[in-house]
């Protein structure tokens, strides 16, 4: 049964504001959201920086320093951002969004800590049914910091928009990360495949292969098996 | 539950209107507010006399503004049991029903009001703040 109420339409419901809505899962699309609301609310801390010149040139290029990374936000971060009231309000307005409701529907309509985690939390947890720590592992080849887990996201656009795979970047964006990890582990066999594949054939090309010697024994006239 | 609360304190009648769940976004954006001011405090002091510690605890403010982007659900919860926060949330409150109203205004209530009204107004404001679910 698992996975049967994706498959058929019917996602975990939520009872908000009078109505009762179908959660839709979280998709890439949606932490590239959560991400620039992140950076927005951020603001430009070079600005910051500026101020840092009565101090001096060595004081200004620590500071440039400091945040010349603001903008490079790390998985960790995201998953800590979801936990946090505008976190959590965002990523339950991208799984109801497709209904119509705005972001400002969402908030009028707050239940208390206690609808948050009876309710809101675990349908939200249902809907996305998303191993996050799990699709990581794949995507990063070096050992797992597991406070602070991190996607390389340039990485991840490479890989399934090359073969086997060719999706574009739109199709990417739709894609869970459940799906990703799916897809990754699938790479992972078919290149198995394929490298194992290249092995048969160059086992067949070699035996196929002039034998050594060959040539000068027919230069002698010599028979080809002789 | 009520939309409005009327307390009177000091012969002036003060409409404090339901906060919702949009305060504790605003107390968020609060609590970053107050990092960045912390940096741009710590700039003005030291900027004049700067040593290397001085220097040392402004990269620190830096620091800790660039970082600080996600405030916790504690965080806020903290902030808004504060005084400062207990402040903010009667001033959002009486925004509901005079939005010219100013942190002054909230002073003027909180410096004439009666314990009794008081615990009113605390009790409609907690109650109101997750909103109409």
């Known amino acids: 049964m698992y996975g049967l109420f994706r498959a058929v339409g019917a996602g975990p419901l939520l009872r908000l504001g009078g109505g009762c809505y179908d959660l839709r899962p979280r998709c890439l699309r949606h932490y ?3 991400e620039a609301r992140m950076l927005q609310v951020c603001g430009n801390p070079f600005d910051a920086v500026r101020l840092l010149r009565p101090f001096g040139q060595s004081a200004v290029e ?5 945040v010349r990374h603001w903008n490079e936000v790390e998985f960790g971060d995201l998953l800590d951002w979801l936990k946090t009231e505008e976190g959590r309000v965002l990523g339950l307005w991208l799984a109801l969004q497709h209904h119509g409701i705005t972001f400002d529907d969402v908030v009028d309509q707050q239940g208390d ?9 675990p349908a939200l947890a249902q809907a996305n049914c998303e191993d996050e720590q799990g699709a990581l592992v794949w995507l990063e080849d070096g050992p797992q910091d597991e406070e602070a887990p991190s996607i390389d996201w340039s990485r991840l656009f490479r890989v399934l928009s090359e073969e086997p795979f060719n999706i574009s970047m739109r199709e990417i964006g739709e894609l869970s990360l459940r799906q990703v990890r799916t897809l990754t582990t699938d790479r992972k066999k078919l290149m198995g495949q394929t490298e194992s594949q290249s092995e048969v054939r160059a086992q067949a090309e070699q035996r196929r292969a002039v034998p050594k010697g060959a040539i000068e024994n027919l230069m002698q006239g010599n028979r080809w098996d002789g | 539950m009520a939309e409005f609360i009327e307390v009177t304190a000091g012969a002036k009648t003060y409409r404090i209107g339901r906060v919702g769940f949009n305060v504790r976004l605003d107390a968020a954006e609060q609590i970053r507010q107050k990092r960045r001011d912390e940096f741009s405090r710590a700039v003005n002091t030291f900027k004049d006399a700067g040593n290397e510690e001085q220097r040392m605890l ?3 403010a830096l620091d800790k503004m660039v970082r600080g982007v996600s405030v916790t659900t504690v965080e806020v919860n903290d902030w808004l049991r504060s005084p400062e926060g207990e402040a903010f949330t009667l001033l959002c409150g009486m925004r509901k029903n005079l939005p010219a109203a100013t942190p002054d205004d909230v002073m003027a209530l909180l410096t004439d009001i009666s314990a009794e009204d008081y615990v009113l107004v605390d009790d409609f404001l907690a109650k109101s703040l997750f909103g109409t679910k």
């Open chain 2, 58 to 60: 402004v990269a620190l």
């Open chain 1, 32 to 34: 590239g959201i959560i």
């Open chain 1, 62 to 66: 620590d500071g440039f320093k400091t």
């Open chain 1, 113 to 121: 800590e206690r609808w948050w985690s009876k309710e809101a939390l």
